[in-house]
């Protein structure tokens, strides 16, 4: 089955600066690809996701990258602010069901002042 | 703004014990999930129920049960918990199967003792 590896367990970057989460996916049926943010001591919501027809796709200060050859994607914060502080999970999804989204295991951000 | 309503919070409670969850949304949303978060944040599926279809993830133990009266409810039983089923148990909704976003509850913290 699919398995989503995240890199960066932690991640601490200055307010202003760019953070970047990088994961990587073993199928190559992978074709939907969300990030959820956790906030502590709350749940997870929806950021923003990227799909496999594509490579690139920003919202706001939230950049997704796709590299289907390297089976690799990644999420770019711009002009990181204090409640961009919280874990972000990546996944992957093959064959488009959610049911078989499977999750990184999350990257804690804290953004300090 | 909270549209997957979770009960209860927290639950605590002994070895051997019979727990209920309930879920419900109201996004009138054709799919419901059940998610567990261990204490090292990692997040699995659980069960699927799409238009009456239920989907059970083969590793989960048999003492876990859904049950739903509607697609609005997913309520989650466990009979006779044992001390790894302590976790955070998150329910989700999406419009449809495959490739959309979830929207999660607020979670049931689950402690055995």
């Known amino acids: 089955g699919e398995k989503v590896e995240q890199h960066e367990s932690t991640l601490s970057v200055r307010e202003g600066d760019s953070a970047v989460i990088n994961c990587t996916y073993t199928?190559?049926?992978?074709?939907?690809f969300p990030w959820y943010k956790q906030e502590a001591g709350k749940s997870l919501h929806f950021v923003i996701d990227?799909?496999?027809?594509?490579d690139r796709k920003q919202s706001q200060r939230l950049i997704v990258l796709l590299d289907k050859k390297a089976k690799r994607f990644s999420l770019h914060i711009t002009a990181t602010q204090p409640e961009d502080s919280a874990i972000y999970f990546c996944a992957a999804s093959s064959g488009g069901s959610n049911y078989k989204l499977t999750f990184g295991k999350g990257t804690l951000l804290t953004v300090t002042p | 703004e909270t549209a997957v309503f979770q009960t209860p919070n927290y639950h605590v409670t002994q070895v051997g014990n019979e727990v209920s969850f309930n879920c419900k949304q109201t996004?009138?949303?054709?799919?419901m999930y059940w998610y567990k978060q261990d204490s090292k944040k990692l997040l699995k599926i659980m069960f699927s129920?799409?238009?009456?279809?239920?989907?059970v993830n083969e590793t989960v133990p048999r003492r876990f049960s859904p049950q739903s009266s509607d697609k609005a409810h997913l309520n989650l039983r466990i009979k006779s918990v044992e001390p790894e089923d302590s976790a955070v148990y998150l329910c989700?909704?999406?419009?449809?199967?495959?490739?959309?976003?979830?929207?999660f509850g607020s979670g049931t913290r689950l402690t055995v003792l």
């Open positions: 996004l009138g949303h054709d799919t």
């Open positions: 199928d190559t049926a992978s074709s939907y």
């Open positions: 989700a909704s999406s419009p449809d199967w495959g490739g959309v976003t979830l929207y």
């Open positions: 129920y799409n238009n009456k279809q239920l989907i």
């Open positions: 990227i799909r496999s027809n594509v």
